[in-house]
């Protein structure tokens, strides 16, 4: 599967930003589907998956109640809606792709696919 990340910028402190990620190549129908972070000089941190067959979600800790997940399956593309940004949410933004799995898999060795990233630059 080919995963393609859009949508990041340049936003100020507290306001919104929505990421999106296009899977094309083969059906997701039995995939679980993931957006990671990376700051520079830190590890992938994972951030929420979405079960495309259910559209259950699991959100991390870190940034419940800020972010969610959703996907269209019309559009075959997954978004990450970001609120209340803060400076320290700078980061490049992965989308990430995996065979499904019935418990929530955070680290990044277990997607085999992955978007290009798109970078989140916060303001103060």
């Known amino acids: 599967v080919q995963l393609q990340a859009s949508g990041g910028g340049l936003v100020q402190a507290g306001n919104s930003l929505r990421l999106s990620c296009v899977a094309s190549g083969r059906t997701l129908s039995r995939s679980d589907v993931a957006w990671f972070r990376q700051a520079p000089g830190k590890e992938r941190e994972f951030l929420a998956r979405i079960m495309w067959s259910t559209g259950s979600t699991d959100i991390a800790d870190s940034v419940k109640g800020r972010f969610t997940i959703s996907k269209d399956s019309a559009k075959n593309t997954i978004y990450l809606q970001m609120n209340s940004l803060k400076p320290e949410d700078a980061a490049l933004y992965y989308c990430?792709?995996?065979?499904?799995?019935?418990?929530?898999?955070?680290?990044?060795?277990?997607?085999?696919?992955w978007g290009q990233g798109t970078q989140v630059t916060v303001s103060s």
């Open positions: 990430a792709a995996r065979t499904q799995s019935r418990v929530v898999l955070t680290g990044a060795r277990y997607y085999p696919y």
